[in-house]
């Protein structure tokens, strides 16, 4: 179950590595090398106040030889407070499918938590479990702060810093990706040397998720704006578990709707839970 839990969060992490990082001085009307189209696709992803995906990720564990699947959809909005709603409708690994899926909404530090097992698990009864992230990692017996985190702290512009740490990225051809035109690239990163390219509170966290893999292949489609419309990565060790993530763009700085549910189905964690480690009978 904890690896359930973990897997299903962390798909919102890996699956939008694909678009942000520090920005690069403008080159203007210059034929821009493949490097540099991915940095200033980073300086683009900074103004992207709100944006739509649809999220897939293929695992394979070569422990028992077995695998599993995460699908869904992401929703964020960066203004007037940082939030996302994360709705994976699809959750399976080693032939046990998570009933009803996982859903997370996050609004600013509180996380609203959609899952059945949770009935079952912490013996809640309502259908929406509600999370203060700020004392979240204080409280012992659920695992759910690592996703919950990951879920808040990984947009777009913060995950394209691992592509940026890409030396072979090539431009492959122009392809239409949801009826856009865009460019191909295809490339890889060292795992360690993407790590760095990220805030020194974020590093542990991502690194330990994609740890079985020392490198990532990656391929970005990008459009006329300089926005990722489509990314791909494959990464892991066949002797250790491997993974394919696909982030498909469907529209920036659009509209979005990120809501809390409604008051009367949300919970709290029960209280046995909140109990600090080693208290309790």
């Not at 191909?184 to 040397?193: I, N, R, T």
């Not at 990722?228 to 659009?254: Q, Y």
């Not at 409604?262 to 109990?275: C, F, Y």
Request: aromatic content about 4%; some cysteine.
């Amino acid at each position: 179950m904890r690896r359930l839990l973990v897997a299903a969060g962390a798909v919102a992490a890996i699956t939008v590595a694909g678009c942000g990082t520090t920005a690069t001085p403008s080159l203007q009307n210059a034929q821009l090398s493949a490097a540099e189209v991915i940095q200033q696709t980073a300086k683009k992803a900074d103004d992207v106040n709100t944006y739509a995906a649809d999220l897939v990720l293929n695992v394979t564990d070569a422990k028992g030889g077995q695998g599993g699947v995460v699908q869904g959809t992401m929703l964020y909005q960066k203004t007037p407070q940082i939030a996302s709603d994360i709705n994976l409708s699809r959750v399976a690994f080693n032939g046990q499918n998570v009933p009803g899926g996982v859903r997370v909404i996050v609004q600013g530090d509180v996380a609203y938590v959609k899952l059945d097992m949770l009935k079952t698990l912490v013996g809640a009864t309502k259908p929406w479990i509600r999370l203060d992230l700020k004392q979240l990692g204080s409280q012992a017996g659920v695992n759910v702060d690592q996703y919950l985190a990951q879920a808040q702290q990984f947009d777009l512009k913060t995950s394209v810093a691992l592509l940026t740490a890409s030396k072979d990225v090539k431009s492959v051809g122009s392809e239409q990706v949801g009826g856009v035109d865009t460019t191909h690239y295809s490339g890889s990163f060292p795992v360690d040397e993407a790590v760095k390219q990220l805030p020194e509170d974020q590093r542990g966290r991502l690194q330990g998720e994609i740890a079985n893999a020392k490198d990532v292949k990656f391929d970005a489609w990008i459009d006329a704006q300089g926005l990722p419309r489509k990314v791909e990565l494959n990464g892991g060790k066949p002797d250790a578990g491997t993974f394919k993530a696909t982030a498909m763009f469907k529209s920036f700085n659009e509209p979005v709707s990120i809501k809390a549910p409604a008051a009367d189905q949300v919970g709290e964690l029960p209280q046995t839970l909140h109990q600090p480690s080693g208290t309790g009978s």
